[in-house]
């Protein structure tokens, strides 16, 4: 089974400060874990993902999330929060290596919101 | 545009109706994926389908089924709705192989029903 917290409902942040969304996760197999984000009103982005190679993972616009396995955690950061920022971000885990079969199990969501 | 396209985007019904979402996966994507969104349950995994084939299913009610023909193109189908069906529907489509590389989703379709 496998299943995925995020630690915080809302992050409110300055523009122009870090940014730091909490997640940790529990899976029987090895997980490949990704963040999207959903601004209002639009689908869901891909921001990133881990799927076993380096721990630290770049992905768009700045962000980037480090994968811990003695912590189970997937935290997603930025240096520097932009006013586009803003929107609601998902951490998700799949099981790796299930071929054919990936069920996305996600997070209930944090919610940023950047203050001017 | 991500290349799933999703058709309607909204959506307005009343209970004990019939509705029939549709999804285009994005180009050379053979899975199809189902999700719905609600404010109560979050982002859930309904149904999965792989080169026409149903792959596997999550929480998708009796009541809702689903189809991949043979364009690839995917129809989840709810009946009987119920107030409760009121969400964002997400379709989502992959490649498929041995490791999963994220899934492109749609922009989703929102039923609203009264």
């Known amino acids: 089974a496998q299943s995925v917290t995020q630690l915080d409902s809302h992050v409110s942040v300055s523009e122009g400060t870090p940014v730091l969304l909490r997640c940790n996760y529990s899976?029987?197999?090895?997980?490949?874990l990704f963040w999207y984000v959903q601004h209002p009103n639009k689908g869901l982005q891909l921001l990133l993902k881990y799927t076993s190679a380096a721990t630290l993972v770049k992905g768009i616009n700045g962000f980037e999330a480090e994968f811990k396995k003695s912590e189970t955690s997937f935290h997603l950061t930025k240096p520097s929060a932009h006013m586009s920022d803003a929107a609601e971000y998902f951490c998700?885990?799949?099981?790796?290596?299930?071929?054919?079969?990936?069920?996305?199990?996600f997070g209930k969501g944090t919610k940023l919101s950047v203050i001017p | 545009d991500s290349g799933v396209t999703q058709t309607p985007k909204h959506l307005i019904t009343a209970t004990g109706q019939r509705v029939t979402l549709r999804c285009s996966p994005r180009?050379?994507?053979?899975?199809v994926y189902w999700y719905q969104q609600s404010l109560d349950q979050g982002l859930q995994f309904l149904i999965q389908y792989y080169n026409g084939e149903e792959r596997a299913k999550g929480n998708i009610l009796e009541r809702f089924s689903a189809q991949q023909f043979p364009d690839l193109h995917s129809e989840l189908n709810l009946s009987s709705l119920e107030l409760g069906d009121s969400a964002l529907y997400f379709c989502?489509?992959?490649?498929?192989?041995?490791?999963?590389?994220?899934?492109?989703f749609g922009s989703g379709t929102r039923l609203t029903v009264v």
């Open positions: 899976s029987s197999y090895s997980p490949s």
């Open positions: 180009s050379g994507d053979l899975s």
């Open positions: 998700v885990v799949t099981p790796r290596a299930r071929a054919g079969s990936y069920q996305l199990t």
């Open positions: 989502a489509s992959s490649v498929g192989g041995a490791l999963p590389q994220g899934y492109t």
